[in-house]
């Protein structure tokens, strides 16, 4: 995840750092809690249930295993 890029209101995943999770390694070591995995759900998007972190697929990416 070392390329993660970060906005201002989400992070911006590719297929290569999934699975996502949070804190990710971009994240200052002060403001770390738990590790939780998120599930980017149909729609490519999840938010941390600890910080509120919102984690977003690149466009054009895909979640590979997910099944529909």
Do not use: F, Q
């Not at 995943?13 to 390694?25: F, G, I």
């Not at 998007?45 to 977003?56: I, L, S």
């Amino acid at each position: 995840m070392s390329d993660i890029k970060e906005n201002m209101s989400y992070v911006e995943l590719d297929e290569k750092d999934l699975p996502a999770y949070c804190p990710n390694p971009a994240m200052p070591i002060w403001s770390t809690h738990p590790r939780v995995y998120l599930d980017l759900g149909d729609h490519g998007t999840g938010k941390c249930p600890y910080c509120g972190t919102v984690y977003k697929l690149k466009p054009g990416a895909i979640a590979k295993g997910r099944h529909h």
